[in-house]
């Protein structure tokens, strides 16, 4: 009788432990559908910035290569965003000594602040003519502060604003 005893009780065990294995299957099914939705919500809800922004916006992942862009930049320089993102950011700038000299300065703020701000400089259209802008430049580093990428919000302006920053 006691082992009877004692496979009742095993029994029992096993059907809490079962029972609680749903249960937090269960959980763990709603929580996952909570987190897809909340995913899903805050997508959009960076979507609604990001594409109707008058300013480009270009991520980029660690090594420079262009991830996403908005439709400011699609429009600004005339490459779609998949052309673009067969494009790693610096392709997009001219490479005249001037050009070169200067972009090594920003690169070596950005490297040691992690953001570079006001940045003047050009950038190749489609067509191949040059783009005169105003880049915003942030790292995007993860918890730990490693480094995964870079936005930059990208303004075209004209001649005039460039040459009387100049002045």
Known sequence: MNE????????????????????ALKESEIGQVQTEHEIIEARDFLENIFNPSKDGIMLSNRIGRIVKVNRAIEQMLGFSEDEL?????????PEDVEHLRIRDIMLGQLFETGYVGNWKTSLYRKNGSLCPVEIHI??????????????????????????????
């Open 4 to 23: 009877e005893h004692k496979t009742e009780e095993q029994f029992i065990n096993e059907w809490e432990a079962l029972r609680q294995s749903i249960a």
């Open 85 to 93: 993102q067969e494009k790693y950011t610096l392709e997009l700038g």
């Open 138 to 167: 942030n790292f995007l580093k993860d918890q730990e502060g490693n480094l995964y990428g870079a936005v930059a919000v990208i303004k075209q302006i004209s001649g005039r604003d460039k040459t009387k920053d100049k002045d």
